[in-house]
Nanobody, 119 residues
Framework: QVQLAESGGALVQPGGSLRLSCVVS????????MGWYRQPPGAQRELVAA???????KYGDSVKGRFTISRDNVQNTVYLQMNSLKPEDTAVYYC?????????????WGQGTQVTVSS
């Protein structure tokens, strides 16, 4: 059974930076494309960034140029570096496997990590 453990969220001022981590267990990270998703208050979960097995990346329009997704297959960990944070980035952030059809493990979500951008 896949387990996902996100961490690194915090309260940060606009313009600040955070680095989120997601430790994946129960499977080998190298076998999967991975994504970071977020759920803003009162809104649906959305894809923020994805990284393929070879390391190609894609980003939502609202975070392009500010966020960077990366992976460490040895540590079984996916990262999301977030710079120039805006109040609209406030959300609970989750990681999951990525496919063109949606999250790979839709029945297995971690607890998420809260990011709040506010002055």
């Amino acid at each position: 059974q896949v387990q996902l453990a996100e961490s690194g969220g915090a309260l940060v001022q606009p313009g600040g930076s955070l680095r989120l981590s997601c430790v994946v267990s129960g499977t080998s990270l190298s076998r999967h494309a991975m994504g970071w998703y977020r759920q803003p208050p009162g809104a649906q979960r959305e894809l923020v960034a994805a990284i393929t097995r070879p390391g190609s990346t894609k980003y939502g329009d609202s975070v392009k140029g500010r966020f960077t997704i990366s992976r460490d297959n040895v540590q079984n960990t996916v990262y999301l570096q977030m710079n120039s944070l805006k109040p609209e980035d406030t959300a609970v952030y989750y990681c999951n496997g990525y496919s063109d059809y949606g999250p790979l493990w839709d029945d297995y979500w971690g607890q998420g990590t809260q990011v709040t951008v506010s002055s």
